[in-house]
């Protein structure tokens, strides 16, 4: 090591650190490239009115029709999530269409809300958002959901183990477990694993297709319209300024491809949502989401370290740099 | 090298100080990757361990999450550290060698049943063997971390087959690394390799146990002294069996 000098250390230093960084660099635009455009979906609620005079509005009767064979269909006998003394089965409520389950994918909601001292009813087709950045598909800790390059993001029910983290993380707690059923009942369904989880995939056998989902197609209002998701997002821009009304989906968890357009604030829809939540017999169950105008993103607070995460190698590679010239020029200076 | 026999101590320094913090950098950041990856599983509620006292945080995904992502980078960071150092000072006397499975056997051979070792270099054949398994386990576990960190990102969104290999790759390498870490630290209930991990924490092993355990290194420690300028000053103040 007696030919050593600062420049070589800091070349053979910066060649390394070029090195990771163009690895890095490269995964990113591997990432890119996708020739599908996303679709979106706008839901025009001064059109919607619950399909008054039905049972069921038709686009959660065409929804459970159309992605019947998706349903879960479980084991006979299921058992509680040991050590607890639960289980998520909906089978018996299989005709519930007024929240989500994972046998009802949409619902619509109604609320009464005060503006300008008129009531105003407003009725909410509600599914998933299909986020631009779905903290449920990162975060699986299995990979089994995905966000596709058509827009929809689809849950895997052969890979799922119905942790429900999904649900968790979700600002509105949209994907629905159901319990009996999916890979875990192959490992050890006592000990590992809850079911599947259910949720909207926007009807995405369809979509393939060049197909619009089957609510789209059902509403015998027109209130939902689908298709390129940025033609989607132009359309509530511009509903919204005609009505003077106010927009929800575009900017929520770092946005979505779901735009909602409104005559009233969103705030005020939520606040009546929580209200009928809160009614509920079991407040805290899961299918019945809320409206929180801004919500962020899950995953916003990890993002904002991941520069510096991702920057870590690069600094131990500088501080080795550093710290074996260091170490060598000493042993060097001391005939090591 | 940085290793030297330390005659008033009687000791040897096994250990500099980068290494001893890479050691620990990487045990103390992989522990807490290993913890906050199981609460990403998500296990910590179904099981009820965030009912232990004093873990109620466990089941709070954006906790673990956080803790996930510092303590990878401290590990990015010693990972990063430990490879360009060693490359840079050339040291790569931890490599496994041709040789070293048998080696390794004759030892653990040699432990269990009281018999005589064969002479080791400053790292046995099982540790070389042990460096090797937890080293590539641990960067194929970084390499798919940091595709999962950018796949978070806004804007960077993978194939869902690729997400799968991904994402099972790294829970199965971290079963792979904890398997690793066992063993690892099995090594501690043989009485022979217990020096070993006093100098772990001071950098120093005792010179009887280097004399009789890894004579190869010793001999090499015995002879850089010799050549070292000073020496002869110095091999006044050797003992006897030591002097050159």
């Given amino acids: 090591m007696s030919l050593l000098s600062r420049r070589d250390f800091i070349k053979r230093t910066l060649a390394a650190g070029v090195a990771s960084g163009l690895v890095l660099s490269g995964l990113g635009k591997a990432a890119e490239g996708a020739t599908i455009t996303p679709r979106g979906t706008f839901y025009d609620l001064t059109k919607c009115d619950g399909c008054k005079g039905l049972k069921v509005p038709r686009c959660v009767s065409v929804c459970r029709e159309e992605n019947s064979f998706k349903f879960p269909k479980p084991a006979e006998h299921i058992e509680y999530y040991w050590p607890q003394k639960k289980k998520e089965d909906w089978r018996d409520k299989k005709d519930l269409t007024t929240r989500l389950t994972p046998y009802n994918w949409t619902f619509v909601q109604h609320v009464q809300v005060k503006q300008d001292g008129r009531t105003v009813d407003v009725f909410i087709p509600r599914r998933c958002m ?35 983290k999904c649900r968790d993380v979700c600002p509105w707690g949209i994907p629905a477990r159901q319990a009996g059923v999916g890979l875990y009942m192959k490992l050890a369904p006592r000990y590992v694993g809850g079911g599947v989880m259910y949720k909207c995939d926007l009807c995405y056998h369809r979509v393939k297709e060049g197909k619009i989902p089957a609510c789209v197609e ?3 209002r027109g209130a939902i319209a689908f298709g390129d998701k940025e033609e ?35 705030q005020k829809i939520h606040e009546q949502l929580m209200a009928q939540k809160n009614k509920q017999p079991n407040p805290t169950a899961p299918g019945f989401p809320g409206m929180p105008v801004g919500v962020g993103n899950f995953l916003d607070s990890v993002n904002g ?7 870590a190698p690069l600094a131990g590679t500088f501080a080795a740099g550093y710290a074996a010239y260091r170490t060598m020029k000493g042993e060097e200076d001391h005939g090591g | 090298m940085a290793d030297k026999i330390l005659v008033r101590e009687n000791k040897v320094r096994r250990h500099s100080v980068s290494v ?20 990403q599983m998500p296990m910590y509620r ?33 990972a990063a550290y430990h490879i360009v150092f060693h490359v840079l000072r050339k040291e790569y006397g931890i490599l496994p060698g041709r040789g070293d499975l048998k080696e390794s056997y004759l030892i653990i051979k040699a432990m269990l049943t009281g018999g005589k070792e064969p002479p080791s270099d400053k790292f046995l054949a099982e540790q070389r063997l042990a460096y090797a398994y937890i080293g590539f386990w641990l960067l194929v576990i970084i390499v798919t971390g940091i595709i999962k960190v950018l796949k978070n990102l806004p804007g960077i969104n993978f194939t869902g087959n690729t997400m799968i290999w991904v994402t099972d790759i790294h829970t199965f390498a971290t079963f792979m690394l904890i398997f690793g870490i066992l063993a690892h630290l099995a090594a501690f209930l043989f ?27 010793y001999d090499r420690l015995v002879k850089k002294r010799a050549q070292s300028p000073g020496s002869r000053e110095r091999a006044a103040n050797l003992p006897q069996d030591m002097t050159v």
């Fill in chain 2, 191 to 217: 009485k022979a390799n217990r020096p070993l991990l006093r100098g772990m924490f001071t950098g120093k092993v005792d010179l009887e146990y280097v004399k009789h355990r890894h004579p190869l290194w």
């Fill in chain 1, 305 to 311: 370290i991941a520069g510096a995460l991702l920057v």
């Fill in chain 1, 130 to 164: 299909h986020c631009d950045n779905p903290p449920c598909a990162n975060l699986c800790p299995f990979g089994a959901q995905s966000k596709t390059p058509e827009g929809p993001v689809i849950i895997n029910p052969n890979l799922c183990l119905g942790g429900a």
């Fill in chain 2, 46 to 78: 179904r099981y009820m361990i965030y009912k232990i006292p004093g873990l109620g945080w466990s089941a709070d995904f954006s906790v673990t999450l956080y803790m996930h992502y510092v303590a990878a980078a401290v590990l990015m960071f010693a």
């Fill in chain 1, 218 to 220: 059902a509403c015998p």
């Fill in chain 2, 20 to 39: 001893l913090f890479v050691h620990w950098a990487v045990a103390i950041s992989t522990i807490l990757l290993i913890f906050s990856g199981f609460g």
């Fill in chain 1, 232 to 266: 989607m997002r132009e359309q509530a821009w511009k509903r919204a300024r005609e009505i003077g009304g106010y927009i929800y989906g575009d900017k929520e968890n770092g946005g979505t491809s779901t735009f909602y357009v409104s005559p009233v604030p969103f």
